[in-house]
C-alpha cells in the first residue's frame, strides 16, 4: 500500500520552498514548476475531499470535534490517493489529540521536519495571520495553538512552537525523520538540499540539484506570486513571500520580545542552535 512522506512544520517554516524545490527536483522539467501546481505535486493533511469519502454526510457539515475523530481513516485514503509514496504537506504536530493520532503511523513512510529560529519566525507568522508580533509570540507560546479551514472544520492542532518540534524529533520514533534547519537552507542550500535528497533516498544529480534551487529560489517563487498570484495566499496578505532569509526577527523585534521567546522557547532553542 502507498505511504505518506510527510513534509511537516511549524507554520511559516519553510514548507512551501521545501516543496517547490522537491518538485522542481522530481519533475526535472527545464523551466520553473509553477507554484500553483505544488498544490497537486503534494496534497494536504486538510484536503477536504479525503474527510468527504469517509464520512456519512456532507463535508460541509461536519463539525471541528469530528475532524479529529476521521482524522486517522481520512489519513488512510490520502495514502491511498497515489499508486506509490508520496508527500503530504502538514502543519500539526505529532502525538494524540483527545485519544485520537493526529499523524496516522500505519501509512507514515517517514517525514522531512523543517525547522526555523522562532525569532523569524515571528514576524512571518504575524503577517500571515495579520497580528501583531506580540500576539504571535503569544500564539507561538500557546499549547493549545490551533487552526481551522475557512471552508470547513478541519482542525489543525499545532500547539507550542518547542512542543510541536519535539513532538516529531523525539515523540516519533518509530518513523525516520529528516531534519532540515531553515538557516542551513539559506546559508548553503546545495549542501542542505543535497543531503534530502540523500536521506530520501532519491537519485542524485548535482545538476538538476543545482537547477532546481534556482527554480526553488525566493527570487523565483517571488516573480511567480507578483506575475500570478499565489492561491495559499492569505485574502489579508499583500504577499505570500515576504524576505525569504534569516535574521529579520532579530533586527525588527525589541529585547523584551526577544527575551519572552527565550523563556517560553529556551531549551528546544539552544538544542538546535538557535540561543547560545
Given at each position: ?10 507554520p ?26 505544488l498544490?497537486?505535486?503534494?496534497l ?57 493520532p ?15 529560529n ?19 509570540i503569544e ?12 471552508d ?38 546545495e549542501k542542505a ?11 542524485f ?7 532546481s ?5 525566493f ?17 489579508h496578505?499583500q ?10 526577527g ?16 529556551g ?10
Open positions: 500500500m502507498p505511504r505518506i512522506i510527510w513534509l511537516a512544520s511549524y511559516k517554516s519553510g514548507n512551501t520552498w521545501m516543496r517547490a524545490f522537491l518538485a522542481n527536483y522530481l519533475l526535472g522539467r527545464e523551466k520553473p514548476v509553477p507554484i500553483e501546481d498544490r497537486a505535486f503534494s494536504s493533511d486538510v484536503r477536504p475531499r479525503f474527510y468527504a469519502e469517509v464520512l456519512t454526510k456532507p463535508v460541509q457539515e461536519m463539525t471541528v470535534e469530528e475532524s479529529v475523530t476521521v482524522r486517522p481513516e481520512a489519513q488512510h485514503r490520502l495514502a491511498a490517493a497515489r499508486e506509490h509514496d508520496h508527500f503530504v504537506k502538514t502543519h500539526s504536530r505529532f502525538g494524540e489529540l483527545n485519544g485520537t493526529l499523524i496516522e503511523r500505519s501509512v507514515s513512510a517517514g517525514a522531512v521536519y523543517i525547522i526555523r522562532p525569532v523569524d519566525i515571528v514576524p512571518s507568522y504575524a503577517s500571515h495571520m495579520g497580528v501583531t508580533p506580540d500576539v504571535a500564539i507561538m507560546a500557546d499549547l493549545d495553538h490551533a487552526t481551522v479551514e475557512a470547513v472544520k478541519i482542525l489543525t492542532h499545532m500547539g507550542r512552537w518547542g512542543a510541536h518540534v519535539e513532538s516529531w524529533i523525539d515523540g516519533s520514533s518509530s518513523l525516520p525523520i529528516c531534519l532540515v534547519r531553515y538557516e542551513d537552507l539559506c546559508a548553503n542550500p538540499f543535497g543531503q534530502v535528497l540523500k536521506v530520501l533516498g532519491l537519485p544529480d548535482p545538476e538538476r540539484l543545482a537547477r534551487i534556482r527554480h526553488s529560489s527570487e523565483e517563487l517571488s516573480r511567480q506570486e507578483e506575475e500570478n498570484g499565489f492561491s495559499e495566499r492569505p485574502p496578505m504577499r505570500f513571500f515576504r524576505s525569504g532569509g534569516s535574521g529579520e532579530q533586527r525588527s523585534l525589541s529585547e523584551q520580545q526577544l527575551a519572552r521567546l527565550a523563556r517560553d522557547h531549551p528546544v532553542m539552544k538544542r538546535f542552535g538557535y540561543l547560545s
